[in-house]
């Protein structure tokens, strides 16, 4: 309700006629008129706004802008890492067994490294990373197709609910059924958001992917560090329901933190805070001009045109389905299987529902640190990192059939260094798109890039079935 009211939804008709005006030159200032004629000229014959639009006015609005960004990937990534973070434990209770309970006060007494044997659920935990992956795959392979016609304000409530959703209904879950729907609300929210904001940085400086990635990334580590930390404490039902603030900040971020699109601003002529939420909550995507009514036949030809140019897309588009079909093999297909016995942190015993959880969170700091490390630090040579994660792979597949690894903490640093690599890959990647890629396909090419890692991540929740069937049969 809070989102609906600040997003001032009644004064949307009156912005929407000063859009017709603004795309069609309909205005009573005859210097305006020539102004905007102009304006869509430029912008019909780039396809869209051009870099020197996309110029913050001040150096403050640009890391406004960035910090924007930030809180937006880390709100819209947080329901897909909870529900991860989460799978061992849900698919446990699903099963009548006990919540993982930590040991407080008892030391460990046996040597650490010491490997009794697998502990294996009779689902893999892929089952909830494939209902946590392919509605964000389907969004993905569609969206870029039609959601050109949908008003950001109105996808970005679309997310917001989605993700509160998603808490509520598998807080209160009690069975398989409810508990898959909830995962799905998370991926269908991740996978809106991650299309919607990705275009949406191509209207801003480009230093806006990196406040991007570096948000999800810290959505990684603080999803599953904060699920870790309330389960010392609270049962996992509880500590799920408190991640509904999530979709509330994530409003507040979009509305009064974002600034408007610059292309659609006279530099001149400052914004108030209302006229700012108002454009935001209506404004259209650039390339949805070409979909305006009496020009049907010219969208269909922008898209034919966009499709053509995808073959370019796969310098970066490979690296990426290879980089997240490796990790999420390790992730979801052997984290469960990679199990010390007697393992601690300080006093507390770490057993098979724990080191689960503590995977999930050093993974998560490396990819963390390595989509941040994009704001200050880029390389070309980013497809280098997706065949050293297939290497990771590998090396924790046979760790979780033979046990040569003497110490959980050994493995720990390993699951480092496979988040370091997944998360340089991505910010890498998408980074180059924004500085290669024609201001005329950026938009459309960000989000059809997006599709690679979710088909990487589909396909590791299938492999990670056979995966895990085949080691806990050995």
Request: a positive charge.
């Amino acid at each position: 309700i809070v989102f609906i009211m600040s997003a001032r939804i009644e004064t949307s008709f009156d912005s929407l006629t000063s859009e017709r005006q603004y795309f069609t030159g309909a205005t009573t200032n005859p210097a305006n008129a020539n102004d905007v004629r102009n304006d869509q000229y430029n912008d019909d014959r780039t396809g869209g706004s051009t870099i020197e639009d996309n110029m913050p006015r001040t150096r403050a609005e640009k890391w406004r802008n960035v910090a924007a960004f930030w809180i937006l990937g880390l709100c819209n990534n947080f329901p897909y890492v909870v529900m991860l973070s989460a799978a061992f434990d849900i698919l446990s209770q699903l099963e009548n067994k006990a919540s993982a309970t930590p040991s407080s006060g008892v030391a460990c007494t046996a040597v650490d490294g010491e490997y009794p044997g697998r502990k294996c659920n009779k689902l893999s935990t892929s089952v909830i990373l494939l209902a946590d992956i392919l509605p964000t795959l389907l969004i993905k392979l569609i969206g870029p197709s039609f959601m050109y016609f949908i008003p950001y304000g109105v996808r970005v409530l679309v997310v917001a609910l989605l993700a509160a959703s998603c808490f509520i209904v598998i807080s209160l879950a009690e069975n398989i059924q409810l508990v898959l729907l909830g995962v799905i609300f998370a991926s269908m929210s991740s996978g809106f958001g991650e299309v919607t904001f990705l275009s949406f940085t191509t209207h801003y400086h480009k230093s806006t992917v990196g406040g991007w990635s570096s948000g999800t990334g810290a959505a990684g580590v603080g999803g599953s560090l904060i699920y870790t930390v309330l389960t010392l404490f609270l049962t996992p039902r509880v500590a799920i329901l408190l991640q509904v603030v999530m979709p509330i900040l994530m409003g507040v971020a979009y509305l009064f933190i974002l600034t408007a699109p610059n292309h659609r601003v006279n530099p001149r002529t400052p914004l108030s805070p209302e006229e700012t939420r108002t454009l935001l909550v209506t404004s259209l995507p650039t390339t949805s001009r070409a979909f305006s009514v009496g020009k049907v036949k010219k969208g269909l030809l922008w898209l034919r045109d966009q499709a053509r140019y995808i073959p370019h897309l796969f310098r970066y588009m490979v690296p990426l389905f290879v980089v997240f079909a490796a990790e999420y093999m390790i992730n979801q297909g052997l984290f469960e299987l990679l199990y010390y016995r007697n393992a601690s942190l300080g006093t507390w015993c770490l057993d098979g529902h724990l080191q689960y959880r503590w995977y999930q969170v050093l993974y998560q700091v490396g990819v963390f640190l390595s989509r941040s490390s994009v704001l200050i630090f880029q390389t070309r040579f980013y497809w280098v990192m997706s065949l050293l994660q297939v290497a990771n792979f590998q090396l924790l597949f046979c760790e979780a059939i033979y046990g040569f690894i003497p110490s959980f903490w050994i493995t720990i640093f390993i699951v480092l260094f496979e988040g370091l690599m997944g998360g340089a890959v991505y910010a890498n990647a998408f980074y180059y798109i924004t500085k290669q890629v024609p201001a005329a396909n950026r938009e459309f090419s960000m989000g059809v890039a997006a599709v690679a890692d979710s088909t990487g991540i589909v396909t590791a929740a299938f492999a990670s079935l056979g995966i895990h069937n085949y080691i806990c049969n050995l």
